[in-house]
């Protein structure tokens, strides 16, 4: 069992940065690829970013490629999404998900454990 748990997320002005971090409980998060998907009011949540296990893999979406940067520190069972460049369009609530697999997926449904979820607002 994975337990996750997001923190970082608030109001921020466009151009602005924000610093998610997910903190995980359990004995496999070094084998466990993880993922940032994001859901907006009335719209299906969405494939943020992913990196592997290793942290040597990672996939973004095209929405946030060169914005975002997706990194995790095995030692501290903590991924991290790095929000660059932020856009009123980037406003969601964003979550953590862990995958019982090493190698990543862009697809929620081969994620297996998901946190709460951490309000991003940006502001125009």
């Given at each position: 069992?994975?337990?996750?748990?997001?923190?970082?997320?608030?109001?921020?002005?466009?151009?602005?940065?924000?610093?998610?971090?997910?903190?995980?409980?359990?004995?496999?998060?070094?084998?466990?690829?993880?993922?940032?998907?994001?859901?907006a009011?009335?719209?299906?949540r969405?494939?943020?970013?992913?990196?592997?296990?290793?942290?040597?893999?990672?996939?973004?979406?095209?929405?946030?490629?060169?914005?975002?940067?997706?990194?995790?520190?095995?030692?501290?069972?903590?991924?991290?999404?790095?929000?660059?460049?932020?856009?009123?369009?980037?406003?969601?609530?964003?979550?953590?998900?862990?995958?019982?697999?090493?190698?990543?997926?862009?697809?929620?449904?081969?994620?297996?454990?998901?946190?709460?979820?951490?309000?991003?607002?940006?502001?125009?």
């Amino acid at each position: 069992q994975v337990q996750l748990v997001e923190s970082g997320g608030g109001l921020v002005q466009a151009g602005g940065s924000l610093r998610l971090s997910c903190a995980a409980s359990g004995r496999t998060f070094s084998s466990n690829a993880m993922g940032w998907f994001r859901q907006a009011p009335g719209k299906e949540r969405e494939f943020v970013a992913a990196i592997s296990a290793t942290g040597l893999i990672t996939s973004y979406a095209d929405s946030v490629k060169g914005r975002f940067i997706i990194s995790r520190d095995n030692a501290k069972n903590t991924v991290y999404l790095q929000m660059n460049s932020l856009k009123p369009e980037d406003t969601a609530v964003y979550y953590c998900a862990a995958r019982s697999r090493a190698t990543i997926s862009t697809r929620k449904y081969e994620y297996n454990y998901w946190g709460q979820g951490t309000q991003v607002t940006v502001s125009s």
